[in-house]
């Protein structure tokens, strides 16, 4: 979905992305950082995902590229446990022995490719450029979402009860009727809710209340705006 020039001003700078890199072959491990490093990116290693766990701050931008057969927790475990914390870390899974089970389950799991070792650099660039777009994306929508909500939070309990009557498709004389309310009361918060939620038109206002809407029924409560 695209974004309201207006709205970058109120978007926060996102921070540089980060690509981490797992893997508990050394040589593998130098080999990959030396390859995300020559194209000018930052790079963090770690030779376990409990490492990477011990280290990783969810806030940061990036994303993880991991090997599968690893000592301890395995790559698709990670990944697993990711999802199950919240985390919308973009992963890229590569493994010596790509087994269909375990592809198919990566796959499923949401990974970004999984690729076979020895795989090539420009195969492997390639992906990593597509999961830091994808992670720059969701860290986006995101923040679009959470200055939706505090605009949203800023109406006074009557404006959102007007807010939400329009959400209904009512006309400004029908909110009136609604709430028994003159006309220019109506007219009077209506100009408020958007001034405040910086929207220019009915349909941009009705496009940020259910893309919260719909975001909430997806991925819990948090994100469900409060009109009530």
């Known amino acids: ?27 593998v491990l130098k080999s990959i950082c030396a390859l995300v490093s020559s194209f000018g990116q930052q790079t963090r290693s770690f030779t376990s995902a409990v490492d990477f766990l011990e280290n990783f701050d969810p806030q940061c931008a990036g994303c993880l590229v991991s090997d599968v057969r690893m000592f301890g927790m395995t790559g698709i475990e990670l990944q697993e446990k990711l999802i199950r914390d919240g985390v919308q870390l973009p992963i890229i899974l590569i493994s010596a022995h790509a087994e ?27 992906a990593i450029q597509t999961a830091l777009k994808v992670d720059q994306q969701n860290r986006l929508t995101i923040n679009r979402r959470q200055q939706i909500r505090r605009n949203i939070e800023r109406l006074t309990k009557s404006e959102k009860q007007v807010l939400e009557l329009i959400v209904e498709g009512q006309l400004n004389k029908q909110i009136a009727k609604s709430l028994g309310i003159s006309l220019r009361t109506v007219e009077s918060r209506r100009h408020n809710i958007f001034e405040k939620t910086q929207a220019d038109s009915v349909a941009e206002l009705v496009a940020m209340f259910l893309e919260l809407k719909y975001a909430d029924a997806s991925s819990g409560p948090r994100l469900t705006p409060s009109i009530h």
């Open 1 to 27: 979905q695209s974004t309201p020039a207006k709205w970058w001003a109120n978007i926060m700078q996102l921070p540089d992305p980060i690509v981490y890199v797992i893997d508990d072959d050394p040589a």
């Open 100 to 126: 269909i089970p375990v592809t198919v389950r990566a796959m499923k799991n949401g990974a970004i490719t999984f690729l076979e070792k020895p795989c090539r650099d420009v195969e492997l660039w390639e």
